[in-house]
């Protein structure tokens, strides 16, 4: 069977805990054995998605057998791979007397065909005993998933996004413009993707593996500030026709200074989930729906996201990047959503954002990209200086070491830098919570106001931003500063 040596991600029911071990490593795919029945059925409808441009869509799936099981489950392939699966009896729980239930699984165009497998003997003895027929999105190679980022300067914008075609099939382009009747900017835009053999070894290079698809960047300059642009993703066929997205809009970064006011959100640690109840990384991330749903509520209210590291715990299993990235769409369409290492301006922000994963001591590489970030900041036009990585470099009371999280050299090597620059803020994730200190520097508040700052507070202000789902929420300890 195919599927045996390429399974991609799937789900793990929240009926079933969340004990942080990936769904698709507890099943024995190595003991599978066919059982296929005669009288055992399932259906799946709609058979073609996406008739209308949509890149995600609900379907029916309809099963029978004449020997149910409580542990029988039903799975997703991709192409013949897992992709996530659920149990039988979650819609219905007469299935193991009637051997009939219908389940809804909503599917989002990963670039190939899917079907579905009813297996019995639960995930330790599974056996095949039917599958569906097989169904597929008008456009498996469209362009989707914008994801915009602020480029190099202030009056660029970067949008990234995914599709099925390689640059030698299509070439692909970003068309922008401004205001209505506003003639068409085209910008080329540049391709890459990787293969199973960069991946750093298993689950990635085994049974996580799924082809990523080819992943575009382009580039929309010279943008005017504070306004609103349109754009679509485009591919350019050999044969001169024209492969679109739908379009969306954006507003452009305020010019560095600009005296407007400017909304910024600020998380770590969110993952994903799944609508339809399907198995989901040990239900670990089930609030992640929650944080994103929100914001897109708020999202008219919001000007740039800030998601500080632990973004999909796709933990070697390719495919949970596509649906992190399905997940995230309405938002990061939209605004800029900011991942990396990096230095920005925005407006009368100036962001240093650090990588926690690399050495910070003196001396390092990183060390001087931060000092030569936080130096940079012209605090006439930026008056604040913002810090974030992902681990806590700075202060929590979820760990030891008067609240150093168990990296205590990092805040001796970094506090009297962001001292010297007079850091505002410093964000961090990683502990899956909310926390704030006062302005302090060397493990003393340097302010006597609690609440409110004001003036000179010669201190760097410390705040834990990581619960942005994943859970659960970490308990406060009460020894820390």
């Given at each position: 069977m195919a599927w045996r040596a390429s399974a991609s991600s799937f789900h793990s029911h929240n009926k079933h805990g969340g004990d942080g071990v990936q769904p698709l490593s507890k099943i024995q795919i190595q003991r599978d054995v066919y059982k296929l029945h005669e009288n055992a059925s399932v259906t799946a409808n709609p058979v073609l998605l996406g008739t209308k441009g949509e890149d995600s869509q609900w379907v029916t799936v309809e099963v029978g057998t004449p020997k149910p099981s409580e542990v029988d489950w039903l799975a997703v392939f991709s192409p013949a791979n897992f992709?996530?699966?659920?149990?039988?009896?979650?819609?219905?729980?007469?299935?193991?007397?009637?051997?009939?239930?219908?389940?809804?699984?909503?599917?989002?165009?990963?670039?190939?065909?899917?079907?579905?497998?009813?297996?019995?003997?639960?995930?330790?003895?599974?056996?095949?005993?039917?599958?569906?027929?097989?169904?597929?999105?008008?456009?498996?190679?469209?362009?989707?998933?914008?994801?915009?980022?602020?480029?190099?300067h202030w009056d660029e914008m970067t949008v990234t996004w995914t599709s099925g075609y390689n640059i030698d099939e299509a070439v692909p382009l970003v068309e922008y413009w401004g205001i209505k009747g506003e003639s068409q900017t085209s910008s080329p835009a540049g391709t890459l993707t990787f293969t199973r053999e960069t991946m750093c070894g298993p689950p990635a290079r085994t049974v996580g593996w799924r082809d990523p698809g080819f992943i575009h960047t382009g580039f929309l300059k010279d943008l005017w500030p504070n306004s609103l642009y349109t754009y679509k993703l485009g591919h350019s066929l050999s044969n001169s026709s024209y492969i679109w997205s739908k379009s969306y809009s954006f507003k452009s970064s305020p010019y560095p200074g600009q005296d407007s006011l400017q909304h910024v959100v600020m998380f770590g640690d969110m993952g994903k989930a799944e609508r339809d109840g399907s198995n989901e990384y040990a239900d670990y991330q089930p609030g992640?729906?929650?944080?994103?749903?929100?914001?897109?509520?708020?999202?008219?209210?919001?000007?740039?996201?800030?998601?500080i590291g632990d973004m999909a715990y796709s933990n070697g299993?390719?495919?949970?990047?596509?649906?992190?990235?399905?997940?995230?769409?309405?938002?990061?369409s939209t605004v800029p959503y900011m991942v990396a290492r990096y230095s920005t301006d925005y407006g009368k922000f100036h962001f240093c954002i650090a990588d926690s994963e690399h050495d910070w001591r003196e001396g390092s590489e990183l060390y001087k990209f931060i000092e030569k970030c936080l130096a940079s900041a012209d605090r006439q036009k930026q008056p604040w200086l913002i810090f974030a990585a992902h681990r806590v470099l700075g202060y929590s009371s979820a760990y030891w070491n008067d609240g150093s999280f168990g990296e205590p050299m990092a805040r001796e090597n970094l506090q009297k830098l962001w001292q010297k620059c007079k850091v505002d803020i410093a964000f961090f994730g990683h502990i899956h919570n909310y926390e704030r200190t006062c302005p302090i520097y060397q493990n003393q508040c340097v302010n006597s106001e609690t609440s409110h700052y004001s003036g000179t507070v010669n201190g760097t202000i410390h705040a834990v931003v990581g619960g942005g789902a994943r859970e659960p929420l970490i308990r406060f300890r009460t020894s820390a500063v």
């Open positions: 992709k996530y699966y659920r149990f039988a009896n979650d819609s219905n729980s007469d299935y193991s007397k009637t051997g009939k239930t219908s389940l809804k699984f909503q599917l989002i165009n990963q670039r190939e065909d899917f079907s579905f497998a009813l297996f019995s003997g639960g995930l330790s003895n599974p056996k095949l005993v039917a599958v569906s027929n097989v169904i597929t999105f008008a456009n498996p190679k469209a362009p989707l998933y914008p994801r915009l980022a602020l480029g190099q992640s729906l929650i944080t994103r749903d929100q914001l897109v509520k708020e999202l008219d209210g919001v000007d740039i996201v800030f998601h299993y390719i495919s949970q990047w596509d649906q992190f990235t399905s997940q995230v769409k309405p938002i990061a």
